[in-house]
């Protein structure tokens, strides 16, 4: 037998329950969870091969097909987030040395450039400046010059508030023979999405944006091109976590276990899908629609600028210029300490450029954008003249 040995007590262990505030959350996600969504979560865990809990993965799993407009049989919450759904589509379907194009107009594809490598794709790029969409003429061209096994693009670019026109992309990825990869991440739920009519071959998406859950789970989608492809693999997905042939064998009709699904996230995500499903697909896309002009229309009457032309701008993520001479990362923490609201700076091209004001899923609602442009009316002057000019250009 061991002998006990004295603990080593010198770590903090004595703590308050928590306690944390009350946020709004108007930045690039997570967005607040509907409270019911919350309400689901606080549940009792039931066993993740209880009947009752194979029935409720059923029922996400249709669920989520109706959010993105698919009959893919695929279609599964990925346990992680959004991230990870991202990591699920490339890792089951590249095979070393295959090529994979990627669309770069923002901080996303960067992260999609990244993962593709490190399964050994031979990674191309085209990109955009920060702001700006692709054409269908340049994504010919690059699939023309360079036909990849996949092309990757970003639908809704958290990162400059750019919503990439999908029509026609679908179409040629089938013309050059590759599969069609989509981020979905910040339009699930609020903005038109049809995966089947546009011929997407991999999804993904995140639990805490559009859907009004926290983060947890990365929705996750693969046609049957994809399918074929990753069944034609000549070795094992390698990344055994994430591996779709193992984990349809949980998902799909034999319930075996792979690994212990986080079954009050997927409370929340069958109360938040049925939430959406009980509002209705396109009621919800035109609340975001018609909440994002509202915001958009109270922000340029306060005289400021917003970044992404209007015929791009997503209506969950909009980019405002910082005003000249204004310090824009004081505003926002004087928003988040005195107000307890949450707006996002600007990430790679654009830190120090932008704000990002989210209105994602539950927050999409008028009373946020007034509570949100009343301070801006009354508290953003205090700042002007807070920073040097040179660092707002
Ligand atoms: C467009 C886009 N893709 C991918 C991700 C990654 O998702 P997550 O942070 O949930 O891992 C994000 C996160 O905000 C995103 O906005």
Redesign the pocket.
């Known amino acids: 037998m061991s002998v006990q040995q004295p603990i080593n007590d010198s770590h903090r262990r004595t703590l308050d329950p928590i306690a944390t505030p009350e946020r709004l959350l108007l930045g ?2 997570p967005s607040n969870a509907h409270p019911t969504v919350l309400q689901a979560m606080a549940r009792m865990p039931i066993g993740h091969l209880d009947p009752l809990y194979v029935e409720l993965m059923g029922e996400v799993q249709e669920l989520l097909r109706y959010t993105w407009q698919t009959d893919n049989r695929l279609t599964i919450p990925m346990s992680g ?4 759904a ?1 990591e699920a589509t490339l890792a089951n379907t590249i095979e070393p040395g295959d090529k994979v194009l990627v669309a770069i107009k923002g901080y ?1 594809g960067l ?1 999609l450039a990244d993962m593709a490598g490190r399964y050994r794709a031979d990674v191309v790029t085209i990109e955009r400046p920060w702001g700006q969409a692709f054409s269908l003429e340049e994504i010919e061209q690059a699939l023309e010059t360079h036909r990849p096994a996949i092309f990757a693009i ?1 639908h ?3 990162s400059t508030g750019i919503c990439q026109p999908m029509d026609g992309i679908g179409d040629l990825c089938r013309k050059y023979d590759c599969l069609l990869l989509l ?1 979905t ?2 339009s699930l739920g609020a903005v038109p999405l049809y995966l089947d009519d546009w011929k997407v071959d991999l999804a993904y998406s ?1 639990s ?1 944006k559009g859907l009004s859950c926290p ?1 947890g789970l ?1 929705p996750f989608s693969m046609g049957p091109r994809a399918e074929a492809k990753m069944m034609g693999r000549s070795g094992k997905v390698p990344n055994w976590y994430l591996d779709v042939t193992l984990l349809n064998q949980y998902w799909g009709s034999d319930r075996v276990y792979h690994h212990t699904a986080p079954v009050n996230m997927n409370f929340g995500m069958r109360e938040a899908l049925r939430l959406l499903a009980e509002e209705g697909l396109e009621a919800s896309w035109n609340r975001h629609r018609s909440n994002a002009e509202y915001l958009w229309a109270g922000l340029e009457g306060l005289g400021l600028d917003m970044h992404a032309p209007e015929h791009l701008r997503l209506p969950t993520l909009t980019t405002v210029r910082i005003p000249e001479g204004v310090n824009g990362k004081a505003f926002t923490q004087h928003l988040l300490n005195e107000h307890g609201i949450e707006v996002g700076g600007g990430l790679g091209a654009l830190a120090g450029k932008v704000w990002r004001v989210g209105l994602m899923g539950y927050n999409s609602q008028r009373a946020n954008v007034d509570r949100l442009l009343n301070l801006i009316e009354t508290e953003l002057p205090a700042f002007r003249g807070s920073a040097p000019v040179a660092a707002a250009v």
């Open positions: 690039p996600g987030t959004g991230s990870a991202m996303f992260r970003v809704a670019e958290t981020d991440v910040t995140c805490q983060p990365g």
